[in-house]
């Protein structure tokens, strides 16, 4: 099966920065789009951004400008580096291997004064 460990979440006043991390293993973690994923108490799970296998970033609207995703394939890594960050960005993040069932436990995010 196909492992995900996401890491880096934390509390972090607006404005502030985190990284995440996703750990995959179980796949060839190159062949693969990786997405992130974020959800809110009381919301449905979103897509805030995504990378193509070859390196090609996507950012959903809410997140474009202050996030940017990047993956290290030689270490079967993604990243989510995530800048000025607002309350609206709390959720647990989770990463995805293209269109696959697999998610890891996910990483809360809080964004909070």
């Known amino acids: 099966q196909v492992q995900l460990v996401e890491s880096g979440g934390g509390l972090v006043q607006p404005g502030g920065s985190l990284r995440l991390s996703c750990a995959a293993s179980g796949s060839i973690f190159t062949h693969y789009t990786m997405g992130w994923y974020r959800q809110a108490p009381g919301k449905q799970r979103e897509l805030v951004a995504w990378i193509s296998s070859g390196g090609s970033p996507n950012y959903a609207d809410s997140v474009k400008g202050r996030f940017t995703i990047s993956r290290d394939n030689a270490k079967n890594t993604g990243y989510l580096q995530m800048n000025n960050l607002k309350p609206e960005d709390t959720a647990v993040y989770y990463c995805?291997?293209?269109?696959?069932?697999?998610w890891g436990q996910g990483t809360q995010v809080t964004v909070s004064s």
């Open positions: 995805r291997l293209g269109s696959g069932p697999y």
